[in-house]
């Protein structure tokens, strides 16, 4: 049962919930647009009533029925994935991939603007040190801590 609950309690599982219920709901708003909007107003095109319902074939079986080709339902099924497609980039990858880029070049931006009172690195101690024992002055300059008592 511990396994279960570690499971259930992952902030990714949450997460994927969250968006599965967030991912149906939209879904209902976009085929919303498209059936309300986007295929009558396409369909008018076609003088029928839906996209959905414009530019049927009617072909002939070997039972003696015809069979409709649904091509307009295929269009608007084209049409809604291009909608949601479009939306998911412009509402939600290319808002996120901006975030991202102004949150590298302030990462970046602070990295460059160093403290002018860094302490030496250990390279430059062991060169001083090593220079000092020699009596010549170090090329890097005095790294040493004045020490008050």
Do not use: C, W
């Not at 107003?41 to 009533?49: D, S």
């Not at 072909?59 to 069979?67: D, L, M, R, V």
């Not at 269009?75 to 901006?98: D, E, S």
């Amino acid at each position: 049962m511990n396994g279960f609950k570690e499971f259930i309690l992952r902030g990714n599982v949450i997460d994927l919930a969250v968006a599965v219920v967030i991912g149906a709901a939209f879904t209902a708003i976009v085929n919303s647009l498209v059936a309300g909007i986007f295929n009558p107003a396409i369909g008018a095109l076609f003088n029928a009533k839906s996209l959905s319902t414009a530019l049927v074939l009617t072909i002939p079986t070997t039972s003696g029925e015809p069979a409709k080709l649904m091509f307009g339902a295929v269009i608007a099924a084209a049409i809604q994935f291009l909608i949601v497609a479009a939306v998911v980039y412009f509402a939600l990858v290319l808002p996120i991939n901006h975030l991202k880029k102004a949150a590298f070049l302030k990462q970046k931006h602070e990295e460059e603007a160093t403290p002018a009172d860094l302490p030496p690195t250990e390279a430059e101690l062991l060169t001083e040190i090593r220079d000092l024992l020699a009596g010549r002055p170090s090329p890097e300059g005095n790294h040493s801590q004045q020490v008050s008592h």
